[in-house]
């Protein structure tokens, strides 16, 4: 992403590029967890569910979380990232 707006809010980093309306938007996800691939992919599917209930933005989001975030509860990780994404919109 060349352009758009981050926000950090407790170990989570959204990055929101700028509206493409001839694109499609598209879901980025990064998880800094080296230990295991376990829990690298437990928390990859615990973002993606958690940004299909935060209604991201018809735009290109890339999601980053630092280790902390995994063990984190759900709905917690919901209004995280709903006030990140809020944030950068």
């Known amino acids: 992403m060349e352009k758009g707006r981050a926000s950090r809010r407790n170990g989570i980093t959204v990055f929101v590029g700028d509206y ?3 694109g499609e ?3 980025g996800l990064g998880v800094r967890e080296r230990r295991s691939a376990v829990k690298r992919n437990r ?6 569910a958690a940004a299909a209930q935060c209604g991201l ?3 290109d989001v890339v999601i980053r979380v630092d280790t902390g975030v995994v063990d984190m509860e759900f709905q917690e990780l919901v209004e995280q990232l709903r006030s990140a994404v809020v944030s950068t919109t």
């Open 25 to 27: 938007p598209r879901l």
């Open 20 to 22: 493409d309306p001839n």
């Open 43 to 48: 928390a990859r599917r615990r973002l993606r």
């Open 57 to 59: 933005p018809p735009r």
